[in-house]
């Protein structure tokens, strides 16, 4: 096994590790996903897409369209169809049609040196923005779960904060916080009766300081070594408390058997897709 440590990071490395060091390895070291599409995240990433046009153009059928080009559907999955899309994308569009803030700049990809490591933390902030004399990165993110408790998430969340602390180091010394902006991905959006009871937008405010953002910073630093470590060591051990986080790890059918099977189970269930945080897209949320 490889006992090099990439020279960058991102936040899906950073929190895959801390879910579980195994999960790391069989992901990011081995670079193995399961042969299954993956709809969620790239229903994420296409609504994503969308979005961006929308803000861009200001153009409702150009902003739907971009998506349907995009996006192909699941036969088993009910609610990521080009008609959950497209009914959302019209909520979002009647709801957000005048936006109170300014957008700055959208799509920006950053590697910024990480403090006292030789390693750099990348990324993609969604946009940055000017509200009320206030700069703020904005992060779009699909979820099947949007109520009050999703926002609980805003604050502290490891990926916010890189994304302010990035902001900062790229010319935008005064971003002070985010803008949460959650977009609900389920099937009753398409029936009159079930949308009446969702709430299919919401957003959220959430401010950091200069003292929140040298914790997230020596947070990272912390990471990296213990990452470092399990390169050195080759030795990544199971949480065994996260296999069952929503519903169940892509390993779990790996873990939970003989050593001696599992390179056979790799075999005939997974397929080989390294991970690239130049790459990486993190914009659903399960």
């Known amino acids: 096994m490889p006992n090099d440590m990439p020279k960058e990071v991102d936040y899906t490395m950073l929190s895959t590790f801390l879910r579980c060091r195994k999960r790391y390895y069989w992901r990011i070291v081995r670079g193995i996903v399961g042969r299954a599409p993956q709809t969620a995240p790239e229903f994420g990433r ?3 897409k969308a979005l961006d046009n929308w803000f861009k153009f200001h153009n409702k059928e150009q902003a739907t369209l971009e998506f349907l080009t995009s996006f192909k559907e699941n036969p088993a999955d009910e609610k990521r169809t080009n008609a959950v899309a497209k009914k959302l994308l019209d909520l979002y569009f009647e709801k957000y049609d005048h936006e109170g803030f300014k957008v700055l700049q959208s799509e920006i990809p950053f590697t910024v040196p990480i403090p006292d490591t030789d390693k750099a933390l990348m990324g993609r902030i969604d946009k940055i923005i000017e509200w009320d004399g206030a700069v703020y990165v904005m992060d779009h993110k699909t979820t099947s779960r949007l109520g009050y408790e999703f926002f609980y998430k805003i604050k502290p969340n490891m990926q916010f904060d890189g994304y302010i602390w990035a902001a900062r180091q790229l010319g935008y010394p005064t971003c002070s916080g985010i803008l949460l902006d959650a977009l609900l991905v389920a099937k009753g959006l398409t029936i009159p009766s079930q949308l009446a009871r969702l709430q299919p937008l919401a957003r959220d405010l959430s401010v950091r300081t200069d003292d ?26 199971e949480n065994t408390e996260s296999c069952c986080d929503f519903i169940e790890c892509p390993y779990r059918k790996i873990c939970k058997e003989d050593p001696e099977i599992h390179e056979r189970i790799i075999e005939m269930d997974y397929q080989i897709e390294r991970w690239d945080p130049r ?7 399960v």
């Open 279 to 285: 790459k990486g897209v993190t914009n659903a949320v």
């Open 212 to 237: 929140d953002l040298k914790r997230y910073i020596n947070n990272v630093k912390s990471i990296i070594e213990d990452v470092y470590i399990c390169y050195q060591t080759d030795d990544w051990y």
């Open 46 to 48: 296409c609504i994503h």
